[in-house]
């Protein structure tokens, strides 16, 4: 017995709309996953309390960037993953030095752009000297003596001559380490996302047919 098989061109259009077909439906999926992924992302940052400006900071990009393949991508990043991260982890910061966490109390207000303010940031921005204090029970400290408390709960040198209104503000709590609470669950949303891709393909590609 023979077997012939010839190749007509309408076979071979079909074979070829299939695969665009394939390429579209591919494409399609992982841009969705990927956008998916983002949105969840953002949406526990959000939840945790991280704020909505650590959340805008997950991005995601489908590949190619142009064009459609079969061997599309989805890549979703965060543009400060060490923040991310550290939520996403939990883990246990110890000071570079191996000497003390300077953590600033609410006295000790905010430093440059809004940020964390140091030990030496205060003391220069202050004018006034930071005194150690060790304690036995619970976290050592780093105080200013002849403070004053402002309006907005901050401390500040004291012009008073009588000492009228001056306190010793504790401005540092020192610590040996801290750990940070996990507070995301970043790999759970990312396995959801790379099951949802297989079914993703296919809704795509029946989707292309009609």
């Known amino acids: 017995m023979k077997l012939k098989l ?11 709309a299939e695969v665009k077909a394939g390429e579209k439906a591919v494409t399609a999926a992982m841009r969705e996953a990927g956008t998916g992924l983002k949105t969840a992302w953002r949406g526990q940052i959000a939840g945790a309390g991280l704020g909505r400006r650590l959340a805008n900071s997950i991005r995601s990009q ?44 609410e006295a000790a207000g905010r430093g440059l752009r809004g940020g964390k303010i140091t030990p030496g940031e205060w003391e220069r921005r202050r004018g006034l000297r930071l005194r150690f204090v060790y304690r036995r029970t619970g976290p050592s400290l780093l105080v200013a003596d002849r403070a004053r408390i402002n309006t907005r709960g901050q401390a500040v040198a004291s012009r008073a001559k009588t000492g009228r209104n001056q306190v010793t503000a ?24 790379l099951d949802s891709v297989p079914g993703l393909i296919v809704a795509n590609w029946v989707e292309g047919r009609k």
């Open 6 to 16: 010839d190749i007509t061109p309408d076979l071979v259009a079909a074979m070829a």
């Open 62 to 105: 489908t590949y190619p960037k142009a064009g459609e393949s079969l061997n599309a991508a989805a890549l979703v990043w965060s543009k400060a993953p060490v923040i991310v991260g550290a939520h996403d982890t939990g883990p246990l910061i110890r000071s570079k030095d191996g000497f003390w966490l300077a953590i600033p109390t």
């Open 170 to 193: 504790p401005i540092f709590l020192l610590v040996p380490q801290v750990k940070l609470p996990k507070r995301l669950d970043l790999d759970r949303d990312a396995e959801r996302a």
